[in-house]
Nanobody, 131 residues
């Protein structure tokens, strides 16, 4: 089955860390720009961080700069999001999406849009930051 699968979410105290994974099944992730998005309770979809398929250039939303790091491991067909110094306002469902570079740049990849506009979209992983 062709799909993206997120994992690594959980309950963590403020200041804690998690490593989120976005793994592709039945297609090669290295050919795609990848983005991490989140939807907090009662809020719209937000682009968090994106990485290009070609030169690994990256984009980060201002509120996560210096705390989140996106990376890819093509051998594992996986893109990671290391999330450090977590705050309660980071609580959300985190999703990953994929688009070919013919459709997006690393900046436009992070533009929030309906999930049906992504070539591939995952089911999400819950991150809850609470003491």
């Amino acid at each position: 089955q062709v799909r993206l699968v997120e994992s690594g979410g959980g309950l963590v105290q403020p200041g804690g860390s998690l490593r989120l994974s976005c793994t592709a099944s039945q297609f090669n992730l290295s050919y795609y720009n990848i983005g991490w998005f989140r939807r907090a309770p009662g809020k719209g979809l937000e682009g968090v961080s994106c990485i290009s398929n070609s030169d690994d250039s990256t984009y980060y939303e201002d509120s996560v700069k210096g705390r989140f790091t996106i990376s890819r491991d093509n051998a594992k067909n996986t893109v990671f999001l290391q999330v450090n110094a977590l705050k309660p306002e980071d609580t959300a469902i985190y999703y990953c999406g994929a688009d070919p570079p013919s459709l997006t740049t690393v900046q436009t990849m992070c533009r929030p849009r309906p999930r049906y506009e992504f070539t591939y979209w995952g089911q999400g992983t819950q991150v809850t930051v609470s003491s």
